[in-house]
């Protein structure tokens, strides 16, 4: 089979939420010889964009997008230990430290954004909800992210976003990290007037975001808000 | 029905999971299983369904989902199960009416059949967030002064000397106290005391802020309603438990409240159906509800007035009026700025898919419940007439009209019309309406919908 020929069917396969097959033919490609990197980037990236084009259409919901972000992950089991091997490691657009702010149990919206920047190819390290502005920054400063994306539904959960920016701030570090805040009470007045790099309306447009602050790794003008 | 402590302890001894395998190995699995089972599929068309089997096959099918998925309590990280025959007594034993109010306010909000003539409950307002203490009390004022009006839903207003309450701090609890203290004054300055406040306490995200604000001192009677959300989707926490054990102690009445999100993990319009109204058969099982706040939301674009949800609001209102009849008001969340026109475009389609259902009467919440001070009272007694208007129309004769008010907005959803806030719309001193392009505005939809066969009559 043509190396084209199975980069298609595993992008198909990841397309249709085809959990076998994602999976078989992941282990097909690499037995076949091909690249893992090139299993990853031609075959399921494609595939799980096109996961998200279905979503932001409203063709599949959220429960879609877990399985997919579920059937990327057993493919990366396959081409994990290779990729080690090979002495490389996997390309990631970014890495983003999320989570919802202190006081705060809402965690829907922020699963979506989560899984629409791991199906984009982004590291994601979710905090979880009701979580301490010390612990994004902590958790960001160890795993060297890009990005701080802070979610609160409640009006009077907001302040959780400006602490977390504030303590940024007080430690010296708000310059080595973008951040960007969204949730049900977030305005586009509300993200400017605590500083935030970026304020994200819908789960699509943080991801856009998201991948505006890494893009060509030079730190974009602060946008979106 | 089971009584509430055995309720309680299903939340101490159901079976241990995490709520990634609630969602994956139970939430969603069962509710695909039980849309399938009962062939609940929606045409992509309708907005207003007639088709009595369908909602009766919604009802059973939420029943399913209950009996097969319970409830999990985060707290605890357990699941709540519940026996058939358990959900079918709380559903044979719901409350088909709820009495609210105090001296000649005092009232009944009764659970409506589907196509009834009856006059619905007309409940307006909103927790919308108001920035200075003033308009507060004007705006609780204007609304509470609306005759027709049968209870209110009052703004929140959270800052305590300038700086905005943070949750779970005691300035949470005293802007809690404030605004019901403020709440209560504006309707006793409309000459109506006894006028029933139905969202308590919009202000007190937390049990300890809500149970303190609702101390009979600061001016909450247990004939108001006090609120009490589920998590989405289908999750108890203790918090939410000990308000229910403190205002049933209390014999006040409770509001279970809900907000599925379409696109989340119930998916699309069908389980959004299924889901509302299984939330309100849990509100009667789990909360001991005497009414239940519907409000189901688009988890991206933050509104309910999208063809798939009215239909699926609809629906679990039909399902509820043939089955429970718990009764209901039903929240529209939608995206035009007060005073716009696409708001009161939306809110007749919300009416006329909500009202001929079986709903009662909730006027609108502007601009996605996110523009402070923008509940502008003489919006809602439009509204308040909006839903009345609508009570006049079966299903049936509901359907084109409902399909011709979305036509108007329908393009407008991603980015919906600004509106007005209070301080430009009313003079602050006399009160009086002093915008006149805000209300020629009202004066020119009016006539709109007259000339579309809608007529809204002034009250």
């Known amino acids: 089979m043509e190396k084209e020929e199975q980069l298609d069917k595993l992008r198909d396969a990841m397309k249709e939420l085809e959990r076998e097959n994602v999976v078989a033919y992941t282990q097909q490609a690499l037995d076949a010889g091909l690249d893992p990197l090139e299993i990853i980037d031609l075959g399921l990236l494609p595939g799980l964009t096109a996961v998200g084009k279905q979503f932001e259409n409203e063709e599949i919901f959220l429960p879609e997008l877990m399985i997919s972000a579920m059937l990327f992950q057993n493919a ?11 002495g490389v490691a996997a390309r990631k657009k970014g890495v983003v430290v999320m989570g919802t702010v202190k006081g ?85 007045r509300w993200a400017e007037q605590i500083g935030a790099d970026g304020y994200a309306e819908t789960a699509y447009a943080a991801v856009e975001m998201a991948e505006s602050f890494v893009g060509s790794g030079v730190k974009p003008e602060r946008r979106g808000i | ?17 995490s709520d990634q395998d609630y969602y994956m190995g ?15 599929q929606w045409d992509k068309k309708t907005i207003v369904n007639t088709d009595d089997d369908l909602a009766d096959r919604v009802f059973q099918a939420a029943i399913d989902l209950l009996a097969e998925t319970g409830v999990y309590c985060s707290d605890t990280s357990r699941v709540m199960e519940f026996s058939r025959d358990e959900i079918l007594r709380a559903v044979e034993q719901a409350p088909r009416e709820a009495r609210f109010g105090e001296g000649r306010e005092a009232k009944t909000m009764y659970g409506r059949s589907v196509d009834d003539p009856s006059r619905p409950w007309i409940h307006i307002g909103g927790g919308i967030y108001t920035t200075d203490e003033q308009i507060y009390l004007d705006t609780v004022e204007g609304m509470a002064a609306i005759n027709i009006v049968d209870s209110l839903s009052v703004p929140s207003i959270l800052h305590l000397r300038g ?38 306490i919009s202000a007190a995200p937390n049990a300890v802020s809500m149970i303190a604000a609702a101390a009979p001192q600061f001016g909450l009677r247990i004939t108001d309603g006090f609120l009490i959300d589920f998590l989405a989707e289908m999750i108890v926490n203790y918090e939410a438990l000990e308000k229910v054990a403190y205002f049933n102690s209390i014999s006040a009445n409770i509001g279970s409240t809900s907000t599925p999100l379409f696109g989340g993990y119930a998916g699309g319009a069908e389980g959004v159906a299924v889901l509302a109204t299984c939330y309100l058969i849990m509100g009667t099982l789990i909360y001991r509800g005497s009414y239940h706040y519907n409000a189901p939301l688009h988890q991206n674009l933050r509104l309910s007035s999208t063809k798939p949800l009215l239909w699926a609001i609809g629906m679990s209102n039909q399902a509820n009026a043939r089955n429970m009849r718990y009764p209901t008001v039903n929240l529209p969340y939608l995206g035009g700025g007060a005073g ?48 009345l208007a609508a009570a006049k129309y079966t299903r049936r004769d509901a359907e084109p009209l409902a399909q011709a008010f979305y036509k108007k907005y329908e393009a407008l959803l991603r980015s919906p019309e600004a509106g007005f806030r209070y301080g430009e719309v009313y003079d602050l001193k006399t009160k ?27 009250s």
């Not at chain 1, 990366?76 to 090979?86: C, F, G």
């Open chain 2, 26 to 40: 139970r939430f969603v699995p069962k509710l695909a299983k039980v849309i399938l089972r009962h062939r609940i």
């Open chain 2, 163 to 200: 700086k905005d309450a943070r949750v779970r701090s005691p300035q949470e609890l005293l802007a809690a106290i404030k605004t019901v203290i403020l709440a209560r004054e504006g309707i006793r300055r409309s000459g109506r005391s006894g006028l029933p406040i139905i969202n308590g």
């Open chain 1, 104 to 188: 705060d149990m809402h965690y829907i919206g922020k699963n979506i954004v989560r899984l629409l920047l791991e199906i984009s190819g982004f590291e994601v390290h979710d905090l979880g909800v009701d979580v301490d502005p010390l612990k994004f920054i902590r958790t960001a400063r160890e795993v060297k992210a890009d990005i701080i994306a802070l979610s609160a539904l409640l009006t009077t959960t907001l302040v959780g976003q400006r602490d977390v920016i504030e303590a940024l701030q007080g430690q010296g570090v708000r310059e080595q990290f973008k951040v960007m805040v969204g949730g049900g009470a977030v305005t586009k």
């Open chain 2, 432 to 458: 009086k309406i002093v915008n006149l392009e805000y209300l020629r505005m009202q004066e020119d939809v009016r006539e709109e919908f007259r000339g579309m066969g809608f007529e809204v009559l002034p």
């Open chain 2, 340 to 387: 716009s026109r696409m708001y009161h475009c939306e809110m007749a389609a919300y009416m006329l898919a909500v009202v001929p259902a079986g709903g009662n009467i909730f006027s609108g919440h502007p601009a996605k419940s996110v523009e402070p001070d923008s509940l502008l009272p003489w919006d809602h007694q439009f509204h308040a007439e909006i839903g």
């Open chain 1, 76 to 86: 990366m089991a396959i081409l994990q230990p290779r990729i080690k091997a090979m």
């Open chain 2, 1 to 17: 029905m089971i009584d509430l402590i055995e309720v309680f302890d299903r939340a101490d001894r159901g079976p241990l999971i």
